[in-house]
């Protein structure tokens, strides 16, 4: 999927489905999750979309700002431009594209218009999400995984990793769900800096989850920037069905 502005690439989201939950996951929290039902995102693992599916047909709305990071963190107006989604492939009757559309004054018109004459870049800061996948995973204790990053204005502020085992083209498996696969440790490298610094020692079978179960929970307060943290997963759940 690609979200572009008078034929500029803005983002490109591969595998939306898996991109999504990972950071839904990680950013949705107690207090609005039930309003993302309404896009299909559901936080039950054992009937998932349950009420959302019914005889094979769905209807709801997904928010930009859950597909794209531009959408998410740009505040401001855009002026005189045509979005467009491109490479969207689902089996539908119908879909509606929803925009906001501000109408200002005649004061704030003049000035926009002087921006517009004026032809000058305008700076868009946000902070884009790339999915990397490891199709397979060899059978041993340890793997280092080498991820080629495009340049180093875009270097990596955040990693969320997860893991599946036998889910993708399966039918019978859910692929909203992800297997801890008894991980006992993960490290970022970064150049020359590792993160964390200090091994996570987790556990599953003793659950021993409490460094993993903060990591996530920190997530909120760094990428959002605010303490009040009600993180949409417990720590049971998370030892139970994801890492």
Known sequence: M????????????????????????????????????????DNDNKNANKDFIERGNFNGCINLKDLFGFCEDYKRILINYAPKLKDVKINVTKILWRMSI????????????????????????????????????????????????S????????????FQTGRKNSSNKTMSHFDHCKIKNLKVYLNSKVF????????????????LYRAYVEFQK??????????????????????
């Open 196 to 211: 964390p610094y200090e091994d996570f020692q987790s556990d599953f079978i003793r659950n021993k989850l409490a460094t």
């Open 102 to 149: 501000i109408k200002v004054s005649d004061k704030e018109k003049i000035k926009l218009l002087k921006v517009v004459n004026n032809q000058k870049p305008l700076t868009c800061a946000f902070r884009s999400w790339e999915l990397c996948e490891y199709p397979f995973l060899p059978q041993n204790t340890s793997r280092s995984w080498k991820v080629k990053i």
């Open 2 to 41: 690609k979200y572009e502005i008078n034929g500029i690439q803005i983002q490109k989201l591969a595998n939306p489905g898996i991109t999504t939950k990972l950071k839904g996951y990680c950013s949705y929290n107690k207090t609005n999750i039930t309003s993302h039902h309404n896009s299909g995102w």
């Open 222 to 243: 760094s990428y959002y920037g605010h303490d009040e943290v009600t993180p949409n997963r417990f720590q049971k759940s998370v030892s139970d069905y994801s890492c």
């Open 151 to 162: 340049n180093k204005l875009e270097k990596p502020r955040y990693v969320i990793i997860g």
